[in-house]
């Protein structure tokens, strides 16, 4: 799976490293993922410029569900991609915002509908 901040402060705005690992009781993983590595020069020392794209592999089983917690804020526009062999590959993406604010998830371009909350799940 891709992601990536789309905010304007995607280069500036440090959220690394931010921790992936499936919902289960019974597994120790943790994945610390860190953003791209810094390619700018200025002369002197790195631009300190890092573009928060992340490459995070996981097992997009269906239904599977994968909490991805970031050191900083969570950006406000965030896209995913998720790239596989298997044409049933998904996951749920829990991402624990520091704010009520509501949010919309877009599927090219339309907003795909919340769905009721589940206490079972």
Do not use: C
């Not at 289960?24 to 631009?47: C, P, Q, R």
């Not at 949010?103 to 009721?116: A, F, G, M």
């Amino acid at each position: 799976m891709m992601l990536e901040s789309g905010d304007d402060d995607t280069e500036d705005r440090n959220i690394a490293p931010i921790y992936v690992s499936p919902n289960l009781a019974e597994t120790k993983i943790a994945n610390k993922v860190n953003s791209m590595m810094d390619h700018m020069w200025d002369g002197f020392y790195h631009g300190q410029i890092h573009l928060s794209r992340f490459s995070i592999l996981m097992d997009a089983t269906p239904k599977s569900i994968w909490n991805v917690t970031m050191s900083g804020t969570p950006p406000k526009n965030l896209l995913f991609k998720l790239t596989s062999l298997s044409k049933t590959a998904s996951a749920i993406i829990r991402i624990p915002y520091p704010g009520a604010e509501s949010r919309s998830v877009l599927k090219d371009d339309k907003i795909i509908e919340y769905n009721q909350w589940n206490e079972t799940l």
